[in-house]
């Protein structure tokens, strides 16, 4: 089954500075990549996802790349925020998109976001 | 829209309890997946429905059993409690292709 590897499990960033976070997979299936942001006491929410036609997506302060040769794929958040702070986990799945059925994901440790005043 | 609910908030258990663990979600996704979380260790997949009327083993189903109710529902049964079962449950939904979309989980503590 798929693997999935994340580093570091603890990161600390002054504000404003840039954050990245690494994960890499095992299984070259792979063709869906979610990132998810999980807040205290909260479930996991989806903040980007790129899958493998794509090499690269941002969405304003945030920005996933995928490199499929080297089976990894990060998180880039730019201008960090107090609000930032948070864990993060990235993920991987051979999602189908038509037909049969939806894998469950499998989740890399999870970082833990600190960004400092 | 209140998406993914899960019920209770909270639970603590003795061993050898047995409870079930309630989801519900109100977007029309064909697909459910229960996942429990513990410290250091992610996420992991404990069963997953891919339509109604059907469910799967993920990572770690041992201990558990599910229950595809209808299509909103996707019910998740502790038999005979262990401490090992103590942990943080999360149910999730999606729609094939999309994006898996998180309830805020029931925290279970089994003495």
């Not at chain 2, 041992?62 to 401490?83: C, D, Q, T, W």
Request: with cysteine.
């Amino acid at each position: 089954g798929e693997n999935v590897e994340q580093h570091p499990s603890t990161l600390s960033v002054q504000e404003g500075d840039s954050a990245v976070i690494k994960c890499t997979y095992s299984d070259s299936a792979s063709n869906y990549f979610p990132w998810y942001k999980q807040e205290l006491g909260k479930g996991p929410q989806l903040i980007i996802d790129i899958r493998s036609n794509v090499g690269e997506k941002k969405d304003q302060r945030i920005a996933v790349t995928l490199n499929k040769t080297a089976k990894h794929f990060s998180l880039h958040i730019t201008e960090t925020q107090p609000e930032d702070s948070a864990v993060y986990f990235c993920a991987a799945t051979p999602q189908e998109l038509s037909g049969g059925g939806a894998d469950g994901l499998t989740f890399g440790k999870g970082t833990h976001l600190i960004i400092q005043p | 829209n209140a998406g993914v609910t899960q019920t209770p908030k909270f639970q603590v258990l003795k061993t050898g309890q047995s409870m079930t663990l309630q989801c519900a979600q109100d977007m029309n996704h064909n697909s459910m997946y229960w996942y429990r979380q513990d410290p250091g260790m992610g996420l992991r997949l404990i069963y997953y429905s891919a339509s109604e009327g059907t469910t799967d083993k993920g990572e770690v189903p041992n201990g558990y059993n599910v229950s595809r109710l209808n299509k909103r529902e996707f019910s998740l049964r502790l038999e005979s409690a262990a401490p090992s079962q103590t942990s943080v449950y999360f149910c999730a939904s999606s729609d094939l292709g999309l994006t898996q979309h998180f309830g805020d989980g029931t925290r279970l503590s089994i003495l």
